[in-house]
């Protein structure tokens, strides 16, 4: 598809911007109702049934109708007296407030984070990008009938030049672990889960003590109780880091979902903010999910580094100035996507990992579930 590539998704923008120049509101808003379902593909394995690919493709595109088309016309009222900065402008306002909402989708100036146009974002945010983007695509009809192939062409050029370097970090190594489960097994079997702990355990025994060992999200799937699962581990494996589902108090069914440090000295829990919608925060008006939002905290290694958690679907959002008040020497997103649109979801959140870490200055580095892992 167009828009699975970089080159391709930033550049038909200038398709947008032909089409704006007659209809900016009708334009932007069918642009919306294919570009949010689209770029939200890796949430419909989730969905149960016809009834619910239905409602939740529907509901996608309705949104992206609506938040697309209702920026445009803001923009359109504020700005027609400076078309050229209509598309921008509602390009912008759009992503932000779908961002502050939490709808899935992935922003257009996501598509720059693997270039050197990369240093765009470090400067002026994902969505700032977007806008960027969005404004070069408004003036280059002007001066030229071709403005798809130029921009599509200089895109793939922009695209072999070296993307900007990434922050040096010099904390303990760090060794993700990668064991890809079966997404329904790791649930439903108890058996199976406690075969991927071993698996993780195994796959984690070569660089065990030589720094920080990093499991993915939800690498614990037999017990919600936290003090089960800490007793579960190889002290050998600490200090680590692991993403479990837990009871969020004793005798309370409520759920949270949890980055847990377990060192030498104790465990530190810090929980998932932001639920993705439908998958952990149920279809609306069908189910109610038993998943809450918890609060997340800075977590402390034993030599003192502070490491920022978040979890998966955490890593598309802007961080807050509370969230990067003491400064974390590393991010680390726990990530699980195994049974998800493998290849989509992989390229999307890998990118908005790099966005973060274009933003902060901070080294990012993800662990998930079906990825080779890294060290270093």
């Known amino acids: 598809m167009l828009l699975a590539i970089p080159a391709g998704g930033i550049s038909s923008l200038c398709l947008l911007a032909i089409l704006i120049m007659k209809r900016p509101v009708l334009a932007l808003a069918v642009w919306g109702a294919v570009y949010v379902p689209v770029s939200g593909l890796w949430v419909f394995p989730a969905f149960e049934g016809p009834i619910e690919y239905v409602l939740g493709g529907l509901g996608l595109s309705i949104a992206g109708f609506a938040f697309y088309g209702g920026a445009s016309l803001i923009s359109w009222l504020v700005l027609r007296r400076a078309p050229v900065i209509i598309l921008p402008a509602s390009l912008m306002l759009a992503e932000v407030t779908a961002a502050s909402l939490g709808l899935v989708m992935?922003?257009?100036?996501?598509?720059?984070?693997?270039?050197?146009?990369?240093?765009?974002?470090?400067?002026?945010?994902?969505?700032?990008?977007?806008?960027?983007?969005?404004?070069?695509?408004?003036?280059?009809?002007?001066?030229?009938?071709?403005?798809?192939?130029?921009?599509?062409?200089?895109?793939?050029?922009?695209?072999?030049?070296?993307?900007?370097?990434?922050?040096?970090?010099?904390?303990?190594?760090?060794?993700?672990?990668?064991?890809?489960?079966?997404?329904?097994?790791?649930?439903?079997?108890?058996?199976?889960?406690?075969?991927?702990?071993?698996?993780?355990?195994?796959?984690?025994?070569?660089?065990?003590?030589?720094?920080?060992?990093?499991?993915?999200?939800?690498?614990?799937?037999?017990?919600?109780?936290?003090?089960?699962?800490?007793?579960?581990?190889?002290?050998?494996?600490?200090?680590?880091?692991?993403?479990?589902?837990?009871?969020?108090?004793?005798?309370?069914?409520?759920?949270?979902?949890?980055?847990?440090?377990?060192?030498?000295e104790g465990v530190q829990v810090s929980d998932k903010e932001r639920l993705v919608p439908m998958i952990e925060t149920g279809m609306p008006f069908l189910d109610k999910s038993d998943l809450g939002t918890g609060s997340r905290e800075m977590l402390f290694l034993d030599n003192g580094t502070k490491i920022l958690p978040l979890i998966c679907y955490e890593a598309a959002f802007l961080f807050t100035g509370f969230d990067l008040a003491e400064r974390p020497d590393v991010i680390i997103i726990l990530a699980a996507e195994s049974g998800f649109a493998e290849g989509l979801v992989t390229s999307i959140m890998r990118r908005h990992a790099r966005a973060r870490e274009l933003e902060t200055g901070i080294r990012v580095d993800r662990v998930s579930d079906i990825g080779s892992g890294f060290a270093y």
């Open 106 to 264: 992935a922003p257009i100036g996501l598509f720059a984070v693997d270039s050197a146009l990369g240093v765009t974002l470090s400067l002026v945010t994902v969505y700032g990008a977007t806008a960027f983007f969005g404004l070069v695509a408004a003036i280059l009809p002007r001066f030229t009938e071709r403005s798809f192939p130029i921009t599509f062409a200089l895109m793939m050029i922009i695209g072999l030049a070296p993307p900007p370097a990434r922050p040096e970090y010099t904390g303990p190594p760090i060794y993700g672990i990668s064991h890809r489960p079966d997404s329904v097994l790791k649930w439903s079997s108890t058996a199976y889960a406690s075969e991927m702990l071993d698996t993780l355990t195994e796959l984690s025994a070569d660089t065990a003590g030589a720094g920080l060992t990093v499991w993915p999200e939800n690498s614990i799937t037999s017990t919600f109780d936290l003090n089960e699962a800490v007793a579960s581990l190889d002290p050998d494996l600490f200090p680590l880091l692991f993403g479990m589902t837990r009871y969020a108090q004793a005798g309370s069914p409520e759920l949270r979902n949890s980055a847990v440090l377990v060192t030498a």
